[in-house]
């Protein structure tokens, strides 16, 4: 084998060890997600519209934490290509103390917007107003696990976005696992329990994270991974630190509140057209986040590896490894979108019981499996563009195309053309497209080589 084909195999090899961990580790999240679809099927069509829709605020709000994540992740990883780690602890005790006073805010938040949040349903009847309560009473007992939710979710970001993704996937499975198991028992008063419904939802997704704040906090206190949490930097604010973390990480909060704003803006649209449109757009949408986190788990890889490269200044690895996991994801996805079509039935099944759900879901699956392979591609560009330091780049291609085709195509698509759920999906993929070239060419070009991070 020449030096070129060993060159390659090792990339692709370092690339699986980071990618593989992180993908099964996110792709347990919405795994999970499916299953409470599942149990929330199981109590009423509306509680998974209902519940859904207060998702999307979640996912909302949680951005703003995306940039201590992406913006720690981005210099944590600068400094150990340098080997640097007392820096590297630095920043993330810094990020932790943010994280943690954000919490509480975002905790406020949620709760105090919950009753306003569901008026945008339209009323027709008992049912959608039952839609109204469970979404209502979801996210108010939610809000008050704010506190352990949101740090596990940086700390287990900043973990996995430095190369320790193995350890990201055992604590999130130990949370998933006590999720995964108390949800029911809680929601239907299973062997003794009382009957909470969507609050023993929240009520057991509250428990696992307490316990996997706990997991994580010994984890980065026992010197097993590359990162170290030191009680006196979490204490003790450095704003020198907390402005470069905002310069740094600020660029994809905006990126990712806009995607999600965009995202909540079309389930408005979806919404209007009444709880059955509704609640077969949150399904697809709980689909397309199980695939989603997948494609980031390789997209993580990526941008660790491209950034911890352009950190030792070897970009020519750094670029051979961003190519390299578009290449594995495209396979990939191509089988995933294959088989999402060839089991539409059994996959649309397991979520509900209802024909006019069942029968829309079943007349857009296609357009959706077609959807997934421009996705994928695009969070592997989109890693490798964060890594490389093209922040701003990113961010102003998904503002673009959030209000081009998100907000304004979809609208025109959905209420002119009267396209409804069709048209939703449609326009998402061309989105989804167009941002897949704009990131390739920009990768190409080589510009990130020259920017100084």
């Given amino acids: 084998m020449s030096d070129q084909g060993y060159k390659r195999l090792s990339t692709i090899k370092e690339l699986l060890k980071t990618s593989l961990p992180a993908a099964l580790d996110m792709t347990s999240q919405p795994l999970v997600w499916l299953y ?12 998974l519209g209902g519940v859904g829709l207060a998702f999307q605020l979640v996912l909302i709000t ?7 994540v992406i913006g720690s992740s981005l210099i944590i990883n600068r400094y150990l290509g340098k080997k640097d780690s007392w820096q590297a602890n630095h920043i993330l005790g810094q990020s932790v103390m943010l994280g943690l006073v954000l919490s509480v805010v ?40 704010s506190p352990v939710i949101i740090p596990s979710f940086l700390a287990l970001g900043i973990i996995r976005g430095t190369g320790d993704s193995r350890y990201a996937l055992i604590i999130n499975a130990v949370i998933f696992g006590i999720n995964v198991f108390l949800a029911p028992l809680l929601m239907f008063g299973e062997l003794g329990f009382p009957r909470l419904e969507v609050v023993g939802l929240a009520l057991s997704k509250g428990i696992a994270f307490s316990v996997g704040f706990l997991l994580t906090l010994f984890l980065l206190r026992s010197r097993k991974c590359c990162l170290f949490l030191s009680f006196r930097e979490t204490a003790t604010p450095n704003w020198e630190s ?16 806009s995607w999600s704003i965009g995202q909540f803006i079309v389930s408005g649209y979806a919404a209007r057209l009444g709880v059955i449109v509704l609640t077969t ?9 199980v695939m989603s986190m997948c494609y980031q788990g390789f997209g993580i890889g990526s941008m660790t590896m491209v950034g911890k490269n352009v950190g030792a200044d070897e970009h020519s ?19 995933i979108a294959w088989g999402m079509y060839a089991f539409r039935v059994e996959i649309l099944q397991i979520f509900t019981k209802n024909q006019d759900v069942f029968k829309l879901g079943i ?53 002119v053309c009267h396209f409804a759920l069709a048209g939703i999906w449609i326009i998402h993929g061309f989105d989804e497209a167009s941002r ?18």
Avoid at 36 to 47: P, V
């Fill in 242 to 257: 907390v402005k470069e973390l905002f310069r740094k990480g600020l660029p994809t909060t905006v990126e990712q509140l």
């Fill in 62 to 68: 949680m951005t703003i934490i995306i940039t201590f």
């Fill in 317 to 335: 690895k750094a670029e051979r490894a961003g190519l390299t996991a578009g290449g594995l994801i495209f396979f990939f996805v191509l089988a």
């Fill in 363 to 415: 007349s857009v699956i296609f357009i959706f499996s077609v959807v997934q392979i421009p996705k994928a591609l695009n969070a592997v560009l989109t890693g490798n563009l964060r890594g490389a330091g093209e922040l701003h780049w990113i961010m102003w291609a998904t503002i673009v195309s959030v209000l081009i085709f998100e907000v304004s195509t979809s609208w025109v698509a959905v209420f």
């Fill in 36 to 47: 409470e679809a599942f149990l929330l099927g199981r109590l009423s069509f509306s509680a």
């Fill in 106 to 145: 975002i905790g406020i938040i949620w709760y105090i917007s919950a009753p306003v949040l569901f008026k945008i349903i339209k009323e027709t009847d008992q049912t959608v107003r039952g839609a109204q309560i469970y979404g209502k009473h979801y996210l108010q007992t939610i809000a008050f696990f």
């Fill in 436 to 453: 897949f070239i704009c990131h390739f060419i920009r990768f190409r070009t080589g510009k990130w080589k020259l920017r100084s991070i």
């Fill in 281 to 289: 757009h949150q399904i697809l949408l709980l689909l397309q986040t």
